[in-house]
């Protein structure tokens, strides 16, 4: 574990707040697997406080980091009075004379961004540009448009910082007491359309549908070999997609069992009569929602099928 030294508005552990200090913000640098797996509780009570999305928290990160990480792990953290108030789940690797810093789960599409506590908004730039050194490259790719700390990082003397959109990822919030009212949204016609379509094709075809829905590790290793059927159907045509397959299969499978014993997620698995047809992941944020669904496929129907 690295302690970084103090610069600009960062104080020394130690140092008592001034009216020209609002109060120590102290970095510190985690690169060691245990120490950042001792970070748990207070980097979950974070993200909540945060409302962080489920690729900056630690159950994603750090099973990420056992399964396939390479390199070095850079878990960065601001403490303000000993309290955790920012964090970064990083990871860097050495290209040529330089390191490249990414986020954990960097290369499976996932949004991350700094985790930062309500208040504490500058902490966000103090993390960004203590992590911005002289030989490191921020490759920040796949995060928040408002990435917390961007101004300061792009504030930095003799430093390039480039920020351009790739691409958009809509997050709908599911609310379980009324799992379907999204889609009496306007914007969403197009979509119950295509849905009651599909209902009636099912209908015509004398078929059952029905839904197993996994909230324990023990469920989910009973569903595998249905899970993997319906990945395998799906993803016969990119196998380098199949996230239930090496090399991704043990981090999502360790992924997936961790947040069910937590109650931070379901698995969803979709039968027409007894074969299973489509799976989908949703990611809990809290007791009454359900935010993001991180995994989702429909197996391609049988050609005598119905079309689902």
């Known amino acids: 574990m690295n302690t970084t030294p103090s610069w600009g508005d960062v104080a020394r ?3 008592a707040p001034s009216p020209d200090r609002p109060g120590p913000l102290t970095v510190r640098v985690v690169d060691d697997a245990a120490a950042a797996e001792g970070l748990r509780e207070e980097w979950d009570e974070l993200a909540d406080a945060s409302g962080a999305g489920p690729f900056a928290r630690p159950d994603y990160g750090l099973a990420w980091w056992r399964h396939l990480g390479h390199g070095r792990l850079l878990v960065a953290t601001v403490r303000f009075h000993g309290r955790l108030v920012a964090l970064a789940p990083l990871h860097e690797r050495r290209v040529g004379p ?3 810093a990414r986020w954990l789960g960097h290369g499976l599409g996932t949004i991350a961004e700094p985790v930062v506590r309500p208040g504490h908004e500058r902490a966000a730039g103090v993390l960004l540009q203590h992590l911005a050194t002289p030989r490191r490259v921020l490759d920040l790719v796949e995060c928040r448009e408002s990435l917390p700390g961007l101004p300061a990082l792009q504030q930095l003397p003799r430093r390039t910082t480039t920020a351009a959109p790739r691409d958009r990822c809509p997050v709908a919030d599911i609310d379980p007491a009324d799992p379907l009212a999204h889609l009496a949204l306007r914007e969403h ?9 599909r209902q009636r094709r099912i209908e015509r075809a004398g078929l059952q549908m029905r839904m197993e829905v996994a909230e324990t590790a023990e469920h989910l290793d009973a569903l595998l070999p249905d899970l993997l059927a319906v990945f395998d159907a799906a993803e016969a045509g990119h196998p380098r997609q199949h996230l239930l397959r090496p090399p991704w299969g043990g981090f ?3 992924y997936l069992r961790e947040t069910l014993e937590q109650g931070r997620s379901v698995v969803l698995l979709g039968y027409l009569d007894d ?3 489509t799976l989908s992941t949703r990611r809990c944020s809290g007791p009454a929602r359900s935010r993001s669904g991180s995994v989702g496929t429909t197996r391609p129907p049988a050609s005598s099928g119905p079309a689902t």
């Open 98 to 100: 330089l390191t490249v």
């Open 189 to 197: 016609k197009s979509m119950r359309t295509s849905l009651a379509a």
């Open 252 to 254: 999502v499978l360790d």
């Open 275 to 277: 074969r299973p047809f």
């Open 13 to 15: 552990p130690g140092d």
